[in-house]
């Protein structure tokens, strides 16, 4: 009994010392093979390498002030000779500079000088849905309504052609113009540069178009000969300003790519200047008077405007001053500065031979804008309302009118206040360039909707790009033109349409416009025969 006992106990001792040691062999085993694969080798000697990426952000306290840093989930699988994962840098956005080599100088666009495509790297990391545009960008659907029947054939375009300076294909994102006839100083180099720029600025996302553009002020498709028995679809023609008797299509003007022949600068940096020269003089510290500045001859309006300068007879409370552009540019614009012009309590606005650029740099002036009674009206002056962004002053009885807006706005300061900074928040918010591009290309989306044909490109087309117009251009031109370029693709999309107007909504707006021009009137009416009394 005691032998077997012995080898018993010799056998338990032998296997107790074979598991002890095969569970410090598996151990270390195990300890080396994690130490290999954390060091990135597997037990194979094969590397891991990352073939997709996902971007996820750190939780970072709500109390802290470091910047959250991007993590980068890395998804492995084996391959033979590659090196561990590295970070990437954060995505920086996409900027595309002139490339103006000796070739681009003769006005020849390269055969790949921008993205086709608005792709995903563009696109903007939020999460947020884009804005809703301002509610002057629902008259685009008015606009373009004279067409929601027929739709537009190219005979209608065409048709166009008759008064227009020229025609524009866009295909596949890239710009082709026929010229027919040169415009007015540089107001067609300018309006195709700011095309341009917007098809710079949504690369890809602009639909195929083909339309015609007329650069001077006047409408000419009349409403009332569209409207006969009989008459045929009126023809689709795109210009800077309409009016209530015409249906041409309201675009963007020039200026706000630059006027150089009147050194008005790129709205991007006006807009800014202006800001600044709000703040130079407060309202209360500004001159108490109502200003204009400007060419009179080129209306009967504006001459009749001169009436109401003071004199030795009368004081009108206005102070209105004749331009004389050819003298100005002599002495280098020195006295045509827009943002020192905000001195004053109250800023006229009046139209020349029809609408004029100039109002949106005065109702930028935080002064009360007079508004002598339109004729015009330009893309965005729709979305302005009487006794909130401006005052109505009546065009057959100015000088009345503007004397009794100034005593009202001066024994009113807090209301009067309030009216020009509705006016100036309006232009700097709802009128800075990303709405003024979001505009154009909502307007011409809409439009290619309605085409019932594929456009193609004009034997007599040439094709435009950025480099063709700005590589060639020289002096203050040239200037203008580098200063508005957009440098690369959004890293927004457009901001959303509103609905169009529904018949209650529309006639809603039209009768509050209507009644505050009639309060004014009332108004001044009490004024001039308290005054009357009084003498």
Known sequence: MASKTTVRSSATIFISVLLFIGVIVSMRLLHSSFEITIAGYSPRKSILTPITRHNHTDTIPANSKEPHKKLELVTFHNHTDATPAVSKPPQKKLEVQLNC???????????????????????????????????????IYDDLWPWRETGITEEMVMRARRTANF?????????????????????DQFTLWGILQMLRRYPGQVPDLDLMFDCVDWPVISTEFYRRPNAPAPPPLFRYCGNNTSLDIVFPDWSFWGWPEINIKPWEILSKDLRKGNEKVKWTDRERYAYWKGNPVV???????????????????????????????????????????????YKIYIEGSAWSVSEKYILACDSVT?????????????????????????????????????????????EAQAIGKAASNFIQEQLNMDYVYDYMFHLLSEYAKLLKYKPVIPLKAVELCSEAMACA????????????????????????????????????????????????ESWEQQYWKKESKQQ
């Open 101 to 139: 080599t000796l070739g681009n100088l003769t006005r020849s666009c390269p055969a790949s000088y921008y993205p086709s495509k608005f792709t995903d790297q563009n696109q903007a990391t939020s999460s947020a849905p884009p804005p809703t545009c301002p509610d002057y960008f629902r008259w």
């Open 167 to 187: 025609r524009l294909v866009i295909v596949k994102g890239r710009a082709y113009v026929e010229t027919y006839r040169k415009s007015f100083q540089s107001r």
């Open 299 to 345: 209306a009967e309006t504006r001459m009749d405007l001169l009436k109401c300068n003071v004199s030795e007879k009368q004081d009108w409370n206005a102070r209105v001053y004749a331009q004389d552009w050819i003298q100005e540019q002599k002495q280098g614009y020195k006295q045509s500065d827009l943002a020192s012009q905000c001195i004053y309590r």
């Open 370 to 414: 007079l508004l002598v009674e339109p004729h015009y009206y330009d893309f965005y002056t729709r979305g302005l309302m009487p006794l909130k962004h401006y005052w109505p002053v009546k065009d057959t009885d100015k000088c009345r009118s503007i004397k009794h807006a100034v005593d009202w706005g001066n024994t009113h300061q807090q």
């Open 473 to 520: 251009a020289e002096g203050v031109t040239k200037k203008f033109m580098l200063e508005s370029l957009v440098e690369g693709p959004s890293d927004a999309i457009p901001c959303t349409m509103p609905p169009p107007f529904g018949p209650a909504g529309l006639h809603s707006i039209l009768d509050r416009k209507e009644n505050s021009i009639k309060q004014v």
